[in-house]
């Protein structure tokens, strides 16, 4: 199954993500974002970070996912490489989600060619079918 696929969009960066279940999807949507930006691929799992967010509904759990992947950039340098062990559960009137992500920290030897500063709401979409459709719009 193709994990993504980025889209034509005049001014900022769009992508449609994958998977079986709702949770590879959100996982592949990580690594779409992550491409517009790097070489994610290219990337060993010398550096582990844990991801902990909550919304009150899919669409704004798959953006704040999203974000702390572009903040953990930012802060700390991390390019993430894999998601792993992804969760999502539901939480009273909302949800949790969990994953293990795993990367490098930014140096000399490492190639970016991209800069994603906010993931948005515009023309987010969650779909299920024969697997689920997540699409993204993301200000670069």
Known sequence: MERYRTLPHT????????GRTLEEAFGNAALALASLMWDW????????????????????????????????????????GRVRGLRLRPRGGGFDLEARLEGETLADAHRLHGDVKAV????????EGDGFTVQVVVDM
């Open 11 to 18: 001014a900022d960066g769009k992508f449609q993500a994958f």
């Open 41 to 80: 691929e290219a990337l060993g799992p010398r550096v582990r970070r844990t991801v902990r967010v909550a919304g009150i509904d899919r669409e704004q759990l798959l953006v704040k996912f999203l974000t702390e992947v572009i903040y953990l950039f930012e802060t700390k340098g991390f390019l993430l």
């Open 120 to 127: 948005t709401y515009s023309d987010l979409k969650i779909e």
